[in-house]
T-cell receptor, first 115, second 113 residues
Framework: AQKVTQAQTEISVVEKEDVTLDCVYE???????LFWYKQPPSGELVFLIR??????QNEISGRYSWNFQKSTSSFNFTITASQVVDSAVYFC????????????FGDGTTLTVKP | DTAVSQTPKYLVTQMGNDKSIKCEQN?????MYWYKQDSKKFLKIMFS???????INETVPNRFSPKSPDKAHLNLHINSLELGDSAVYFC????????????FGPGTRLLVL
């Protein structure tokens, strides 16, 4: 069975602070995929990144960066110089090859960025 | 130009009624999904269809019946609605290849009174 744990339920920071959202996953599959989604107050789910289990390279996209470490089964997400518009619920998700592509989501981390 | 669309966006209904939510994707994807997001924001998969064939049914009550008339559509019909069915329902689609990114619709906010 697959499991995704986002231990931080809520995080509050002040604008321009850096913030890291943690994601720890469990799976016995050797081929799997990890995702991050953003859900702003408007409610839609916005895809941020996809990473497969064979690619441990870290990724940077503007103020966003992701640190994938198979040794600790973690796929953490860092926002640098946070902005009020970053306020949202962030979901980490896991998909494995053997499970028809279904994604198992973490419970989400609610990030509030205060001006 | 919406990739994944759902109708209606909001649905308010009485307990015991039957209702349907429609989903359409114009991405040419082979796989479509229904997810339920409860009041605590927890997202759980309900169903997955691949080329009109049911491939995942996550112990959802049989009051919920998905229907896929073609691979671009996956509708969700709910019989005898209960208070606990109040949630946001998201439709998603992805290419056939496993592990591909799922693209989500805007969600349907269902409130059962």
């Amino acid at each position: 069975a697959q499991k995704v744990t986002q231990a931080q339920t809520e995080i509050s920071v002040v604008e321009k602070e850096d913030v890291t959202l943690d994601c720890v996953y469990e799976t016995r599959d050797t081929t799997y995929y990890l995702f991050w989604y953003k859900q702003p107050p408007s409610g839609e789910l916005v895809f941020l990144i996809r990473r497969n289990s064979f690619d441990e390279q870290n990724e940077i996209s503007g103020r966003y960066s992701w640190n994938f470490q198979k040794s600790t089964s973690s796929f953490n997400f860092t926002i640098t110089a946070s902005q009020v518009v970053d306020s949202a619920v962030y979901f980490c998700a896991l998909s494995v090859n053997t499970n028809a592509g279904k994604s198992t989501f973490g419970d989400g981390t609610t990030l509030t960025v205060k001006p | 130009d919406t990739a994944v669309s759902q109708t209606p966006k909001y649905l308010v209904t009485q307990m015991g009624n039957d209702k349907s939510i429609k989903c359409e994707q114009n991405l040419g994807h082979d796989t479509m999904y229904w997810y339920k997001q409860d009041s605590k924001k927890f997202l759980k998969i309900m169903f997955s269809y691949n080329n009109k064939e049911l491939i995942i049914n996550e112990t959802v009550p049989n009051r919920f019946s998905p229907k896929s008339p073609d691979k671009a559509h996956l509708n969700l019909h709910i019989n005898s609605l209960e208070l606990g069915d109040s949630a946001v329902y998201f439709c998603a689609s992805s290419p056939l290849k496993r592990g591909e990114t799922q693209y989500f619709g805007p969600g349907t906010r269902l409130l059962v009174l």
